[in-house]
C-alpha cells in the first residue's frame, strides 16, 4: 500500500459523511473487539486515495460513551492506514475560542470513565500481532505534529483562521457539562470540551498510528453564552465549520500526498 492511501478521517458530528469524497469501495469489518461503528469506506477526496469511517455510525445512532473506539481504530490499522485526522464538533471554553470557529489541539485531558480504552489491558489477544502484552506508550504530546503542522499550513493556504494549539477537555457525555464543571476545567486548562478525542487518540498511539484532530467549535461551553445551548444552535455554527474545514481539506491531502508523514513505530505487524 502506498503512502497515499494510508490516510483515514474519522467522522463526527456534522461529518458522517466527508464532503468532496469519491467512494470507490467499503468494508464492513470484524476485529477481535467487535464491529466499528460503519463501514471502512476507501475512495479519492480531491484526487487522494483516503479511508473513512464515522464514529457515530452512518445514521449517528451511536453515543459518545457508546462507541466501540478500540474495534475502529483497530479496523483502520488492518486496513493499512498510519495517519488519521478525526474530525471532533466542541463547546468552547476559552473566550476567543468563538462558535463556527475551527481549531487544531495540541493537548488532552481525560475526563471520561468506564470506556474501553486500551488494548493492553491484560488478557492478551491471541493472534492480534502485537508485540506486547503490557505496553506504557509515550503519550506527552499526544498528537503528531507533522499531521498537525500540515492540517495549519492548509488552513493558512485556504486562507481560514484557525487555533493552531488548544487542551481539549473530553467528557464522558452524552449529557453536557455543568456551568460548575466547565468553570472547574478552565482552572485545569483546558480551551475547548468535548466527548470522543479519548479513547480514540491513544488507541491509535498504542498502535502505532500518527493521528491529529481537526475541532469545530460548535457552541459555547454550558454557563458562558447567553440562555441555553440548543441543538439548532449547534446545527447552524455546524454549517459555518464545516464549510472553513472542507477548504481546509482541499489544501491538505495535497500537502499530505506531497509530503512524507512520519509515523510512530508500529507495534503491529
Ligand atoms: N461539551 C461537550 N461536548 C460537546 C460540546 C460541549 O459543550 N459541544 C459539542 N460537543
Not at 460513551?65 to 488492518?78: E, V
Request: net charge negative.
Amino acid at each position: 500500500m502506498d503512502k497515499q492511501t494510508r490516510l483515514a478521517f474519522i467522522g463526527g458530528t456534522g461529518f458522517e459523511e466527508l464532503p468532496d469524497f469519491f467512494e470507490s469501495s467499503r468494508c464492513d469489518m470484524e476485529t477481535p473487539f467487535g464491529a466499528p461503528s460503519s463501514a471502512v469506506v476507501h475512495g479519492k477526496l480531491f484526487g487522494v486515495q483516503v479511508a473513512f469511517i464515522s464514529r457515530h455510525g452512518e445514521g449517528h445512532t451511536i453515543p459518545p460513551h457508546k462507541i466501540n473506539y478500540r474495534a475502529n481504530i483497530w479496523a483502520l490499522r488492518a486496513t493499512g492506514v498510519s495517519n488519521i485526522v478525526g474530525f471532533a464538533a466542541v463547546g468552547g471554553i476559552d473566550a476567543d475560542m468563538v462558535s463556527g470557529c475551527v481549531v487544531i489541539p495540541d493537548q488532552l485531558i481525560d475526563y471520561t470513565w468506564g470506556r474501553e480504552h486500551t488494548y493492553f489491558d491484560g488478557e492478551f489477544y491471541k493472534g492480534s500481532g502485537l508485540s506486547h502484552s503490557l505496553d506504557h506508550v509515550e503519550f506527552a504530546r499526544p498528537y503528531n505534529h507533522a499531521l498537525r503542522q500540515q492540517l495549519i499550513d492548509a488552513s493558512s493556504k485556504a486562507q481560514i483562521d484557525i487555533f493552531n494549539s488548544a487542551v481539549y477537555g473530553v467528557t464522558q457525555g452524552p449529557r453536557l457539562e455543568t456551568a460548575a464543571e466547565i468553570n472547574k476545567m478552565e482552572k485545569d486548562g483546558v480551551n475547548i470540551v468535548g466527548m470522543t478525542a479519548l479513547p480514540e487518540v491513544s488507541l491509535a498511539r498504542e498502535l502505532g498510528i500518527s493521528y491529529a484532530t481537526i475541532a469545530m467549535v460548535v457552541n459555547e461551553a454550558a454557563g458562558r453564552g447567553e440562555g441555553e445551548i440548543t441543538m439548532d444552535a449547534i446545527r447552524d455554527n455546524l454549517i459555518t465549520a464545516t464549510s472553513s474545514v472542507s477548504k481546509i481539506l482541499k489544501y491538505f491531502v495535497r500537502i499530505y500526498s506531497e509530503g512524507q508523514t512520519p509515523t510512530i513505530a508500529p507495534n503491529l505487524g
